[in-house]
C-alpha cells in the first residue's frame, strides 16, 4: 500500500513537497518514484530511486525536483521548486520490481491513489 500527501495549489515560481509512505520496506523494490498524470499526457515519469540509489529525473524537471527516501520510515519524497505551470496533474507514488526471498518478479507494479498538484496564477 502507497499513501501519498503533500499536494495542493501553489502560485508559479512557488514549492511544494510530497510523500509517499509505503507499507513494507522500500528495499524489497528495484524502484520507488513518482509519476504524474493530466487529462491531455499519458502518465510519465516525474523522478525514481533504485534500490541502490541510482537517480531518474524527467527533462522537463531536473534542476527543479528533488526525489530522496528515508528508509527508516519506508517513504520517498518529491521536493518541488519553481513550479510551473505545466507541472500541473495528478502526482502518483509508484513501486516497481518486487524481491520476495530469493525471487525477483520484474513486472510488479503498485501506484498510490495520486494526489493534486496545481500551479496557478
Known amino acids: 500500500q502507497l499513501v501519498e500527501s503533500g499536494g495542493g495549489s501553489v502560485q508559479p515560481g512557488e514549492s511544494l513537497a510530497l510523500s509517499c509512505v509505503v507499507s513494507?520496506?522500500?528495499?524489497?523494490?528495484?524502484?520507488v518514484g513518482w509519476y504524474r498524470q493530466t487529462p491531455e499526457r499519458q502518465r510519465e515519469l516525474v523522478a525514481d530511486?533504485?534500490?541502490?540509489?541510482?537517480?531518474r529525473y524527467s527533462d522537463s524537471v531536473k534542476d527543479r525536483f528533488t526525489i530522496s527516501r528515508d528508509i527508516t520510515k519506508d517513504t520517498v519524497y518529491l521536493e518541488m521548486n519553481n513550479l510551473k505551470p505545466d507541472d500541473t496533474g495528478v502526482y502518483y507514488c509508484?513501486?516497481?520490481?518486487?524481491?520476495?526471498?530469493?525471487?525477483?518478479?520484474?513486472?510488479?507494479?503498485?501506484w498510490g491513489q495520486g494526489t493534486q498538484v496545481t500551479v496557478s496564477s
Open positions: 509508484n513501486v516497481r520490481g518486487y524481491y520476495g526471498g530469493t525471487l525477483f518478479d520484474p513486472d510488479f507494479a503498485r
Open positions: 513494507q520496506s522500500i528495499f524489497t523494490f528495484y524502484r
Open positions: 530511486i533504485t534500490q541502490g540509489g541510482e537517480i
